[in-house]
């Protein structure tokens, strides 16, 4: 069972620095996303035919899923690296780390030859600049959350931990548009040289990155915390329910996106014969409603509470599922962007909340590792969300409602770990 000590009074910081981490948190995960998510959107469009030539065009696109899906399977180890240093030597040298390790990845990709040039070397080479991804995501996004709440008073914990949040919309909003100035302007080259140049920009987004990091200052939380000798050990004997409840509670705000711009994206264009500028318009009009959603269900985390938010989610999430993808099945154009908008809107309660969810449950002196550990098991079930819905998909040949049972079971998990969540819940010690 989980343990819980009697709060300790929290030591105050500046608003201004509490404002400034926040801001350069979102601005950080931000690129760290765009870094991240630029794979998933290549894998569905263009990774087919530049690493898998070899092969027809869906197997292609399972190939290229699945590499997407090993950054994922690293996530745990990068968790416990960057989680044990996070605990140990604070938040903001590690958060260093963690994005210069993604955006010199990232950037490497667009610096790869391709399966013409050097053969099954090209595939090889970039899942292990995949896995290196992986490895740096792992310690990333608990990393922000924890550097944007342990600065902000315990009133807005909840509002300020759906900051980091609004990285995953506006990471997704930088990959649409470059890809669909490519799409447009230069179609002819997308296999060739075109789609090289989003990954090449991780470089000058990194300088960026690293910039607004250096400047924020540690969080007060952890410099008065006790330090704990192995993170993980003490989290996994003190706290495991709360681990399985975290990971439960994170698996739709993960999967839901993988699931419905990652997948959807790939069966738009291969199955109902879209476009991709109809695709990536999709995407990035819904990424541009987040700005407002993210922060709206963040207001309401921090009257009504986090897990509650998650829940109320997840809940309708399920509901909408099969409907949302017999929609999509049938759809033109304009009807897919318009499914992908609204449909896209409860999944994004979930997400949103999620990181005040995590943070009230676990204890300052291990929150780092047990963030990252349980976001990173849930990001394996999530990672594999494409991956295992095209296999589906052509088991059940292409049935509409196959894209639908993957989303409505990610959403019952949820709803059972957020329910459990709203019961574990830390008590937030007040302002010194």
């Avoid at 105050?12 to 950080?28: C, E, L, N």
């Avoid at 790869?112 to 090209?122: E, F, K, M, R, T």
């Avoid at 809940?315 to 033109?332: E, H, K, N, Q, R």
């Amino acid at each position: 069972m989980s343990t819980s000590t009697a709060p300790r009074p929290t030591p105050a910081t500046r608003p201004g620095m509490a404002r400034k981490t926040a801001a350069a948190s979102f601005v950080g995960t931000a690129l760290e996303s765009y870094d991240f998510y630029v794979f998933g959107t290549a894998a569905a469009l263009v990774f087919n035919e530049v690493f898998f030539a070899a092969q027809d065009p869906l197997a292609g696109t399972l190939s290229a899923f699945l590499i997407f899906a090993m950054g994922f399977v690293a996530r745990p180890l990068g968790a416990i690296l960057f989680g044990h240093l996070g605990d140990r030597i604070g938040r903001k040298k590690t958060l260093i780390w963690t994005i210069l390790l993604m955006g010199l990845a990232t950037g490497s990709v667009g610096l790869l030859p391709d399966y013409s040039v050097i053969g099954v070397w090209a595939p090889i080479i970039l899942t292990v600049l995949r896995l290196l991804q992986g490895l740096s995501l792992g310690g990333e996004w608990g990393g922000s959350i924890l550097i944007a709440t342990e600065h902000a008073s315990p009133r807005k914990r909840a509002l300020y931990a759906a900051i980091p949040q609004l990285g995953s919309p506006v990471g997704t909003m930088l990959i649409s548009l470059i890809f669909l100035i490519l799409a447009v302007t230069v179609p002819d080259v997308m296999t060739t040289w075109g789609w090289r140049i989003p990954f090449l920009l991780a470089f000058p987004f990194l300088a960026v990155a690293l910039y607004l990091r250096l400047a924020i200052d540690e969080t007060p939380v952890f410099r008065t915390t006790k330090k704990v000798r192995v993170p993980l050990v003490s989290v996994l004997r003190s706290q495991p329910l709360a681990v399985v409840v975290a990971t439960a509670s994170a698996v739709l705000g993960i999967g839901s996106y993988f699931l419905m711009v990652s997948y959807t994206q790939a069966y738009g264009t291969e199955r109902l014969g879209l476009s991709q500028e109809t695709v990536l318009n999709a995407a990035l009009i819904g990424s541009l409603l987040q700005l407002a959603t993210i922060p709206a269900f963040g207001w309401l985390a921090m009257k009504i509470g986090s897990a509650k938010v998650v829940a109320g989610g997840a809940i309708g999430t399920a509901l909408i599922a099969f409907p949302l993808y017999w929609v999509i099945s049938i759809a033109d154009a304009p009807l897919y962007v318009a499914a992908i908008l609204l449909g896209g809107i409860l999944p994004t309660a979930s997400w949103a909340a999620l990181g005040g969810l995590m943070a009230d449950l676990f204890e300052p002196s291990t929150s780092f590792t047990a963030l990252s550990f349980s976001y990173s098991i849930a990001a394996i079930v999530a990672g594999f969300a494409p991956s295992i819905t095209q296999a589906f998909g052509a088991a059940t040949d292409g049935a509409w409602w196959h894209p639908g049972v993957v989303l409505a079971l990610m959403s019952l998990v949820t709803v059972a770990g957020a329910t459990a969540a709203a019961r574990l819940r830390r008590p937030v010690p007040a302002l010194d």
